[in-house]
Nanobody, 124 residues
Framework: VQLQASGGGLVQAGGSLRLSCAAS????????MGWYRHAPGKQRELVAA???????TYADSLKGRFTISRDNTKNTVYLQMNSLKPEDTAVYYC???????????????????WGQGTLVTVSS
């Protein structure tokens, strides 16, 4: 199972970006998918998460500016980021929890899978 994140880049304050993260492999199901970020000098923090049912969770400080969504048919999670601020600058990582995959002899389950990260830089 692999997660491939994309969509990061340089944007001016007030601008928008949309991140995507696609899971690949012989995936049967994915429970939760989410985004974390790691800014220089700070701890990694949860940005948002979405369950397979569509239930969402957001960091309190980001509610109203960021929107997470997923397409279960494509095993892809998205993060729409609006009204970006310089303090949003970070490497954004996608995460998938409880991933069930089909193997030649049945099923395997991965409790947690991480993507490679995509850099978001917001200039003032």
């Amino acid at each position: 199972v692999q997660l491939q994140a994309s969509g990061g880049g340089l944007v001016q304050a007030g601008g928008s970006l949309r991140l995507s993260c696609a899971a690949s492999g012989s995936i049967v199901s994915i429970n939760a998918m989410g985004w974390y970020r790691h800014a220089p000098g700070k701890q990694r923090e949860l940005v948002a998460a979405i369950a397979s049912s569509g239930t969402t969770t957001y960091a309190d400080s980001l509610k109203g500016r960021f929107t997470i969504s997923r397409d279960n048919t494509k095993n892809t999670v998205y993060l729409q980021m609006n009204s970006l601020k310089p303090e949003d600058t970070a490497v954004y990582y996608c995460n998938a929890g409880t991933v069930v995959v089909l193997t030649g002899s049945g099923y395997d389950r991965y409790l947690e899978v991480w993507g490679q990260g995509t850099l978001v830089t917001v200039s003032s």
